[in-house]
């Protein structure tokens, strides 16, 4: 399995990026999906995760009401639709997939399996 995170960049605050991860591999559609983020020296944060079937959908506290997860099966991919993004969301964002066909959402990073290479998101102020 290999996630490829891609979709980062430099905006201002209030505006909009859309995270995209691209996975390869059999058991996408039967395993849960999460977007986490990291500064550096810091630990990984949980954001966002998506059940195998996009039926459960859980979101930090942080970004709730401003982020956005989905997935499409059929075309292995996970999305991260970040609106009104604030300086505080700078962070290296990183896709994850949960293995073993655990379909379901975890805020866990040690519960998911395989990890993309990161991409960064800078929002000025």
């Known amino acids: 399995v290999q996630l490829q995170a891609s979709g980062g960049g430099l905006v201002q605050a209030g505006g909009s990026l859309r995270l995209s991860c691209a996975a390869s591999?059999?058991?996408?559609?039967?395993?849960?999906m999460g977007w986490f983020r990291q500064a550096p020296g810091k630990e990984r944060e949980f954001v966002a995760a998506i059940s195998w079937s996009g039926g459960i959908i859980y979101y930090a506290d942080s970004v709730k009401g401003r982020f956005t997860i989905s997935r499409d099966n059929a075309k292995q991919m996970v999305y991260l639709q970040m609106n009104s993004l604030k300086p505080e969301d700078t962070f290296v964002y990183y896709c994850?997939?949960?293995?073993?066909?655990?379909?379901?959402?975890?805020?866990?990073?040690?519960?998911?399996?395989?990890w993309g290479q990161g991409t960064q998101v800078t929002v000025s102020s």
């Open positions: 994850a997939m949960r293995g073993s066909n655990s379909g379901t959402v975890s805020y866990y990073d040690h519960e998911y399996d395989y």
């Open positions: 591999g059999r058991t996408f559609s039967r395993n849960g």
